[in-house]
Each structure stands twice: as structure tokens, then as C-alpha cells.
């Protein structure tokens, strides 16, 4: 796993879900799995939950990177946690107390994390980066794969980018939506250092040859 980027995770909504161990070996070179858990309430479509998420703990050769796009977080995000994922992210737009959501899932033991949809300005999580592990600056609508990247979402992410240096926060970057070769060196000059990638991962011949590749490709684009 890389220690400071640029990590990619791959997003298993591009993998074949009925072949979900066979897939996970095959990303066995990348930072972590990127899970998507969506209920259908807080975004237009149904993924899986908990016991999904736990049988994907066991099997996964990496870390799991759980993105929570449901309502009420304060009370189910927790139990994500429990299952033993290494990262937990939550919608900003869908907690009541999301700082001190983050203390409870930093507290068992998961990195915690906040994810913003494009509508969403950052600059009310400057004062509060220290309480996060990670950021995702989403760079499509939420809810499903496949979409187009929002390039308009860059100097959301350069903004934050720079604050979170200004201040000295260790907070990782992410970007989810519409990943591959030509966006990916976008979202790095832009700040990011954390890549969540579906199709151009699982798309690939070689799966592990693609995440060398954006790796690779996002590294020579990195902002300072």
C-alpha cells in the first residue's frame, strides 16, 4: 500500500458481482477495494450491505475503502466499521453530526471519512479537516457507475488542496467518478491523491497492469 499516494482503488460496482472472489484476486496490486453501499433512499439505486460487506472483508486481498451513499450514517456507519473496513466514508449531506460520526468510526478502529456530491461546497470542512482521514470530492452525480467525469469539480478540489496544506492536515483526497487515463492526470494536478477507479480497472485485460498504469500516470501529475 502506498503511504502518500497516489493510491488507487479500484470501485467493485465494475466488477462481475457474481464472480466477487475470482474479481478481488485480480486487484490484488491495488491500494484498497473501493465498496460502494448504496440503499436506495439517499441515491436512485440498491447495491448490498452488511453482510456483503463483510463476506468482501474476508475475501479481499486489500483493504476495504467503504463509501456509504445512504441516509442516516450517524446510525449505520458505525457497524461498517465493525466489520473490520479499513475506511469508512459518509455523506456530509446526510449526517446530522458528521464530526462526531467521525470520532465514533475512528474510534473502533476504521480511518474515517466525508464525501461531498458536486452540488456541495467545501469551505465548511476547512476548520474541521483534523476530524477526517479522507475527503472525497465526488466527480460525478452519485449513484451509479459508468458516468462522465465533472471536470468542473477541479477547483473544488484544488481549493481544498491547498487549504489542507495551509493548515498542515494529513487528510487524504479522493475523487470517485469517471477515473481512467485522461482524467485521472486532471484530478492529480488538482490535488488528489487517492484515485477510486471502476471500469478502466476491471475493464482491463490485465487489471493489475491498469492500477500500475494510473498510479503511474497520476504520480507524474501530482500538485504540491
Do not use: C
Request: net charge negative; aromatic share 6%.
Amino acid at each position: 500500500m502506498t503511504a502518500d499516494g497516489p493510491r488507487i482503488n479500484p470501485s467493485i460496482l465494475a466488477a462481475d458481482f457474481v464472480n466477487m472472489q475470482s474479481e478481488l484476486a485480480r486487484i490484488a496490486g491495488a491500494d484498497f477495494v473501493h465498496v460502494d453501499v448504496m440503499d436506495n433512499h439517499f441515491v436512485p439505486n440498491l447495491t448490498f450491505g452488511p453482510q456483503m460487506v463483510g463476506r468482501i472483508q474476508e475475501t479481499s486481498p486489500v483493504p476495504l475503502d467503504v463509501h456509504l451513499m445512504i441516509s442516516d450514517p450517524d446510525r449505520w456507519a458505525p457497524g461498517y466499521a465493525e466489520l473490520g473496513a479499513a475506511s469508512v466514508t459518509f455523506h456530509l449531506e446526510a449526517a446530522a453530526e458528521p464530526v462526531a460520526l467521525a470520532r465514533r468510526l475512528r474510534q473502533i478502529g476504521a480511518r474515517a471519512g466525508v464525501a461531498v456530491k458536486p452540488a456541495t461546497p467545501v469551505e465548511g470542512l476547512f476548520d474541521v479537516l483534523d476530524e477526517f482521514d479522507q475527503i472525497l470530492v465526488m466527480t460525478v452525480e452519485p449513484g451509479f457507475g459508468g458516468q462522465s467525469f465533472m471536470a468542473d469539480q477541479m477547483p473544488k478540489l484544488a481549493r481544498l488542496h491547498d487549504e489542507a496544506r495551509r493548515r498542515g492536515s494529513q487528510v487524504w483526497l479522493q475523487v470517485d467518478g469517471g477515473i481512467g487515463e485522461t482524467t485521472i492526470a486532471q484530478a492529480a494536478e488538482a490535488g488528489a491523491d487517492t484515485f477510486v477507479a471502476g471500469s478502466a480497472v476491471f475493464g482491463a485485460d490485465d487489471p493489475d497492469a491498469a492500477i500500475a498504469a494510473l498510479r503511474s500516470r497520476a504520480g507524474r501529475h501530482h500538485r504540491h
